[in-house]
């Protein structure tokens, strides 16, 4: 008994995501929308899914504002939940947790590799030295990086706060270089900015910034990499372990 009480919040998520890899209506012509290793081709275009995945959860509360107090596992819910409503009927979505459980992050890739036709945007609030702000993004796969361009200049658009931050990051990351689909990593904002937290905070800010996530994705959906400029470079470096000095 206690082996499945200790599986459930996994068997859970698994719920969450049934269903993920079944066909619906999508936008134009499929680019690079099946499972591949690499990721070295061009961005996706046409999927049926977008998997949200809110970041932390249960005994990972992730950062906690030194300002408001507020939790990143609490925020990133919330967000994903935003997004999805965003994003409606436009698109199917699935969501890798839907309460506040802990999922580890292997469990989370392993969930994302059973789908097809879909992409992973990942939601997390970032921290750091106090004069930090605005948003980033992190890609790995080059068929991930015209996503997060998008995401990325969406979010420009929106956030009054921008100091230093590093805006669009190619970094290897559990959740960036392992899921076998396009997949990037979104931090909304810093929750350690003295302004910008305080912003973060408030339900209408975070309703903007659901809305420049879901219009960037639906764009990527319907014009897939369009005129963004040139792709990177393919990197064959290894999946991301736990054990990597940065995770």
Known sequence: MHRILRHLPLLACF????????SSVSSGKKVSTTRDEWGHRPGARGFSAVILDAGHGGKDSGATSGITGQREKDLTLDMVQRVR?????SVRTTITR????????DDRVSMVNRCNDAVLVSIHFNSGPSYLAGP???FWRVDSCTLGRRIQSSLGK???EKNSNRGLVRRRLRLTRNPQLASVLVECGYISHPRESQL???PEYRATLAKAIARAILEQRSEGDGSLGPLPGPLNEPPSKATDRRE
């Open 15 to 22: 719920i969450l995501l049934t269903g993920c890899t079944t």
């Open 85 to 89: 409503r965003e994003l409606g009927g």
């Open 98 to 105: 839907g309460s506040d459980t802990f999922v580890e992050l």
């Open 136 to 138: 980033e993004v992190y």
């Open 158 to 160: 929106v956030t009054p």
């Open 200 to 202: 973060i905070a408030r």
